[in-house]
C-alpha cells in the first residue's frame, strides 16, 4: 500500500501558476507509475499527468505544454507545475500511484488503486 499526501493548491489568477506536490511512502516514487488526477463539481474525475518508472510523461491534451509532472526520488515527492492556469483549470487535484509493476501506466482511472485525498486548486478570471 503506498500513502499519498497532496499539497500546494490555492487560489490563483488566470494566467498564474502552482506546484502541486504528493509526498509518498511505502514505496520508493522511482519505482511506481505515478499521476495526476482531477474533478471538477459536477464532472468525472479525468486523467491530467502520468509518469512511469524510467520518467517517461504523457499528458492530457488540455494541459499539455502548460503542466509539467515530475519525480524527486531524493525526497520521495511527486510534482505537477502547473502554468499559465486558466478558470477550467479549477478542479480537486489527487495523486495515484499504481505499485503493481505491470499495469498500463496510462490516464485511467481503472489503472490506479492507490490515492491521496486530494488538493483544491482554484482559478479566477
Known amino acids: 500500500q503506498v500513502h499519498l499526501a497532496e499539497s500546494g493548491g490555492g487560489s490563483v489568477q488566470a494566467g498564474g501558476s502552482l506546484r502541486l506536490s504528493c509526498a509518498a511512502s511505502?514505496?520508493?516514487?522511482?519505482?511506481?507509475?505515478m499521476a495526476w488526477f482531477r474533478q471538477a463539481p459536477g464532472k468525472k474525475r479525468e486523467g491530467v499527468a502520468r509518469i512511469d518508472r524510467n520518467g517517461g510523461a504523457r499528458y492530457a491534451d488540455s494541459v499539455s505544454g502548460r503542466f509539467t509532472i515530475s519525480k524527486d526520488s531524493a525526497q520521495n515527492i511527486l510534482y505537477l507545475q502547473m502554468n499559465s492556469l486558466t478558470p477550467e483549470d479549477t478542479a480537486m487535484y489527487y495523486c495515484a500511484a499504481d505499485p503493481s509493476g505491470y499495469g498500463l501506466c496510462n490516464l485511467s482511472i481503472t489503472e490506479y488503486n492507490n490515492w491521496g485525498q486530494g488538493t483544491q486548486v482554484t482559478v479566477s478570471s
Open positions: 511505502g514505496y520508493t516514487v522511482s519505482t511506481l507509475c
